[in-house]
């Protein structure tokens, strides 16, 4: 698992790269088993299929899962103020399709509700102490990586 973050109730939570599809937001439990290789939401590379979770298959579902992939690369439990719509939301940096993933929380599921777009993937994400979002974006056509902080448009 990669982005391992603690919601505001203390649970841990994982990102998971799937193989073709089926990356996987999951609430990590003690002695739980999510799976890989034997059920995922996506396929091996090669191309043959791998059984989807299913009720009673004895291994802990995904909470959420894309496929196709969003290649995730970091995540925050967004608490701050200046997007309040946003808080307790996860917001995950995807690489493919570029940009931000935002999910909703629901007890133990979880589902997106939004993505924006950039035009470059956003390899790691943060939140500053005044609620503002810093992200690291990099890839193809960059010379070097490139941070950007992101607030709220300004009101006319």
Request: proline share 8%; hydrophobic share 35%; glycine share 12%.
């Amino acid at each position: 698992m990669l982005g391992l973050r603690f919601d505001t109730q203390g649970r841990l939570w994982g990102l998971e790269h799937g193989p073709r599809g089926g990356d996987e937001l999951n609430l990590v439990q003690p002695n739980a088993n999510y799976g890989w290789p034997l059920v995922s939401n996506g396929s091996h590379y090669d191309g043959t299929q791998i059984p989807d979770h299913s009720s009673g298959d004895g291994f802990a579902a995904p909470a959420t899962s894309w496929n196709p992939v969003i290649a995730p690369g970091d995540m925050i439990f967004y608490t701050g103020e200046l997007f309040p719509q946003w808080n307790g939301n996860v917001l995950i940096a995807a690489m493919l399709p570029a940009g931000i993933v935002r999910v909703e929380i629901d007890g133990t599921k979880a589902r997106e509700v939004a993505r924006y777009p950039t035009e470059h993937r956003i390899r790691s994400i943060a939140q500053a102490p005044d609620g503002s979002i810093w992200i690291v974006e990099d890839g193809e056509g960059l010379s070097k990586s490139r941070l950007f902080r992101l607030t709220p448009a300004a009101s006319e």
